[in-house]
């Protein structure tokens, strides 16, 4: 069973940073390109950011281009989010995703707020 477990949300002021991270479980992590998206209040979920399965390859979504980024350590099975410069419009729950899965792990709330 595919499972996915993020951690590292919490409450900071606007303009500050957190680190996210998501330990994948149930499958050989490395070999998949991996996903993390993030659900705000009232909206679509929507991705954020994406990364290949060898790491050479990210992108992200333009409303966090250049203040977050992707990473992963497939030693750990592990996939991180930096996130800099944050704002009150990055308050979310945030979800870490595997390509071709439709398993959710249960999120990180983030809250940016002064």
């Known amino acids: 069973q595919v499972q996915f477990v993020e951690s590292g949300g919490g409450w900071v002021q606007p303009g500050g940073s957190l680190r996210l991270s998501c330990v994948g479980s149930?499958?050989?992590?490395?070999?998949?390109?991996m996903y993390w998206y993030r659900q705000a209040p009232g909206k679509r979920r929507e991705m954020v950011a994406s990364?290949?399965?060898?790491?050479?390859?990210?992108e992200y979504a333009d409303s966090v281009k250049g203040r977050f980024t992707i990473s992963r350590d497939d030693n750990k099975s592990t996939l991180y989010l930096q996130m800099n410069h944050l704002s009150p419009e990055d308050t979310a729950v945030y979800y870490c995703?595997?390509?071709?899965?439709?398993?959710w792990g249960q999120g990180t709330q983030v809250t940016v707020s002064s």
């Open positions: 995703k595997r390509f071709g899965s439709s398993d």
């Open positions: 990364i290949s399965s060898t790491g050479k390859t990210t």
């Open positions: 149930g499958w050989i992590f490395r070999g998949y390109d």
